[in-house]
């Protein structure tokens, strides 16, 4: 079993910045992959961006140039830098982990993006 702990969301100006965490805990030998979607209400879940291990880094096609993706092998962490945000990018954040094919996902992180 792996659990997925997200955090770093919040309320942010339009052209603002966040950076979220997600680490990954439990059985977290044998993980494919991890990364971030996101869902606005009546929206369906999307890709953010996501590292494949082994295999390189994809992003939505709306968070190209704007929004990075890393990790910390060490601490089991990705985290998700997003700048020059704009309010469309509004919604719940979900972390999800892939080990042997399973995904995993977290609670999630609202991130808000309003004046």
């Known amino acids: 079993q792996v659990q997925v702990v997200e955090s770093g969301g919040g309320l942010v100006s339009p052209g603002g910045s966040l950076r979220l965490s997600c680490t990954a805990s439990g059985s977290i030998f044998d993980i494919n992959a991890m990364g971030w979607y996101r869902q606005a209400p009546g929206n369906q879940r999307e890709l953010v961006a996501e590292i494949f291990y082994g295999a390189g880094t994809f992003y939505g096609d709306s968070v190209k140039g704007r929004f990075t993706i890393s990790k910390d092998n060490a601490k089991n962490t990705v985290y998700l830098q997003m700048d020059s945000l704009k309010p469309e990018d509004t919604g719940a954040y979900y972390c999800?982990?892939?080990?042997?094919?399973?995904?995993?996902w977290g609670q999630g992180t609202q991130v808000t993006v309003s004046s």
């Open positions: 999800k982990t892939v080990r042997n094919g399973v995904a995993y």
